[in-house]
Structure formats: structure tokens, C-alpha cells
């Protein structure tokens, strides 16, 4: 018998099978999907995660595009498929190019590719940095909500990095049941903390919202702390600001010293991943020469296979997986289709004819 795709199990023959339409999915239809559904893609996030843990996905290793001449820029491929009833091939295409920020603009931008599994033609092309930030802030919620369990519930949040991911993050705790009576802001970039207080302020979050110029004062103020720079290296290696044992969503994932996480309970999102590419998981794993210091990933938690102790500080740290930019950017292509909104361009592939 021929070995099985991982797939393979939801695949009908492949018979009478023709090129799927092709459309353009721009940023504002996006967002129009998105907004106001946290809940709805937090599920879908948790769902993909049960469906990665049950083998049921394909999540090659990301590829880093660098550049010699531009050494803080990236650009980096999401190749992923997932089953399930949203059952889809694809990619995602993000930079990061931090220097954008002085010149006003986001740092990250982003194309996600939808393939047909039935004949591998894309059937959408859509604009993904607010897909790659929802589904990063409705995991970042969704580890929020686990790693709380068996602790009082986090009245004090602290933000380290105030961009794009920090507003979503927020965005999603709020969206999914978290209210906070303080608000901790700390940015190196004094004008980005304003910016981002002027943010809450205006969205009505509520609780009292203060910058700090000091990161260790955020630190030991916050019962939940969101990593969200876009720090090369550690710049936290001090366990103690940790003694009050915080629940922490470390995003941007290279904030943390190795001995921070050692003092920690560690959670990712799939080990593989996460230890690689300079990431304080990965500085941790070659420092000690182990992965003993990774306690499971999100899905562990959620299926109860293992338990986060309340008295021990801890610590979330995903890569991002390519097979939630697939869930959501389904989601958002079928909520679409669904409606008659989708842009198709008409006669995208110039030549469907086999012989011409």
C-alpha cells in the first residue's frame, strides 16, 4: 500500500477537477472581516493548534531572506497545509524591515497565498500583516486565558514594545474577557509609549495607564506581561524582577535571558520551531544542551496533558506558525466568498488548456 499524505485522509479522487478563480483579498476587506470577531478567531487559532498537535497539519521550518547590506531586515517564508474543515495549502510572505519605523510606517508587511489542495493552483491573494497580527494576538489571548487557570485572575498588564502586535494583543485580551484596573506601557521610544497610551486612552480601555521609563518598575508591577520589541538579543536576564511569578507572553521572543527562563515554567508553541533561529529559547537550549527547560506547547496546556503551576512564573513563547495565517486567512476568504464580496480577477492564468 502507497504511504499516505498526512492529508490524504479528506482527499476525494481527483477527478474532473478545474482551476479554481482567482482573487485579490485587500487590507480593508480583511479588517472588515476581522474586526470585532476576537472570540470567533481565537477558536479557529485553538482549532488549528489540536489540529497541528494531531499530526494534521504540514509546518515546514520558516525560511529567512537576509540581507548583507541591510542587516536589521528580513523577509521571511511560511510554507504550511492544514486539514480540517477549512482544508487548505499555502504561504505566507512577511518582512520585517525596522527601519521603516522612522519614516512612519509599520515594520512588517505581509502577503498570504491560498492554494486549492485538489490542484495546487492559488485561488487568493491577500493582504496578511492584520492576519499575522490577529492570529498572533488571538494566541497570545488564548495562552493568556490557559496559563491563568489555578491562579487569580491578572488585574495588572504591563506592555514592553508598543507597536502594531502590543495594539492587536490588547485588542484581543480585551475582545476575549480581560479587563485590567492598570495599564503598564514601556517602550524605548518614548514617542511610541505616547503614541500607544493615546491609543488606549481612546479605545476606552479601561484602568489607569502609566509609562515607565523604567522596565524593571513595568516588570514588577504586572501580573501579565506582553513581550512585543523587536529586540535582537536579551535584554532581561535578572530572574528576580520575576519573584512575583507574572504569567508572561513572551511574542517578540528574544527579550529574555536563558536564566530567566530556567527559573520559569516554558511554554511554546511547537519546540521545533521556537528553538531556532537566536530565539531565548533556542540561546537557552544551547546554553544548557537540553530541551528539558520546555515544559509542552499551548496545545498541551489546552488538552490538559500538561498543567501550569500557579506558583511559578510563566512564560509563553511561540514562533508563529503557518498554519494559523492558513486558518484565518480561510476564515476570512470563505466569509467572503460567502457573501458575494470577493474581487476575482478574471483571466489570472493565461493558459488552462493542457495541450493549448
Known amino acids: 500500500m502507497n504511504a499516505l499524505h498526512p492529508l490524504s485522509e479528506q482527499s476525494p479522487p481527483q477527478e474532473d477537477v478545474s482551476a479554481p478563480p482567482f482573487a485579490v483579498v485587500p487590507g480593508r476587506q480583511v479588517k472588515q472581516v476581522l474586526d470585532g470577531a476576537e472570540t470567533t478567531v481565537k477558536d479557529i487559532v485553538e482549532a488549528a493548534y489540536h489540529l497541528h498537535a494531531a499530526g494534521r ?160 518598575q513595568l516588570v514588577r508591577n504586572s501580573d501579565l506581561l506582553v513581550f512585543a520589541t523587536v529586540a535582537a538579543t536579551p535584554h532581561i536576564s535578572d530572574p528576580s524582577w520575576f519573584d512575583h511569578h507574572p504569567v508572561i507572553l513572551h511574542i517578540s521572543l528574544r527579550d529574555l535571558a536563558p536564566r530567566v527562563l530556567l ?37 498541551d496546556v489546552m488538552s490538559g496533558r500538561v498543567s501550569v503551576p500557579p506558583d511559578r512564573t510563566a512564560i509563553f513563547s511561540p514562533f508563529g506558525l503557518g498554519v494559523l495565517d492558513l486558518a484565518v486567512g480561510k476564515y476570512v476568504y470563505d466569509t467572503l466568498a460567502g457573501s458575494g464580496e470577493l474581487v476575482i480577477v478574471d483571466d489570472f492564468f493565461d493558459e488552462l488548456g493542457r495541450y493549448g
Open 57 to 216: 497539519t504540514v509546518n515546514p521550518a520558516s525560511t529567512f531572506l537576509r540581507f548583507p547590506d541591510r542587516a536589521t531586515a528580513r523577509i521571511i517564508a511560511l510554507p504550511a497545509s492544514l486539514s480540517g474543515a477549512s482544508r487548505v495549502d499555502g504561504l505566507k510572505w512577511i518582512s520585517s524591515f525596522p527601519a521603516n519605523v522612522r519614516s512612519g510606517i509599520p515594520r512588517a508587511s505581509a502577503v498570504l497565498i491560498l492554494n486549492d489542495p485538489m490542484t495546487g493552483y492559488p485561488f487568493a491573494c491577500m493582504e496578511s500583516s492584520v492576519i499575522s497580527a490577529v492570529r498572533t494576538a488571538a494566541s497570545a489571548a488564548s495562552a493568556a486565558d490557559r496559563l491563568s487557570r489555578g491562579r487569580p485572575r491578572a488585574t495588572r498588564v504591563g506592555f514592553i514594545g508598543t507597536g502594531l502586535i502590543a495594539r492587536y494583543v490588547h485588542t484581543y485580551l480585551r475582545g476575549t474577557g480581560w479587563s485590567f484596573t492598570d495599564i503598564g506601557v514601556h517602550d524605548r521610544s518614548a514617542e511610541s509609549a505616547a503614541g500607544f497610551r493615546l491609543y488606549l486612552e481612546q479605545s476606552g480601555a479601561e484602568g489607569r495607564v502609566t509609562v515607565h521609563t523604567d522596565p524593571e
Open 263 to 299: 527559573s520559569a515554567t516554558n511554554i511554546v508553541d511547537d519546540p521545533d520551531h521556537c528553538l531556532r533561529a537566536q530565539t531565548s529559547p533556542h540561546l537557552t537550549e544551547k546554553l544548557t544542551g537540553n530541551r528539558d527547560f520546555v515544559h509542552g506547547t499551548l496545545a
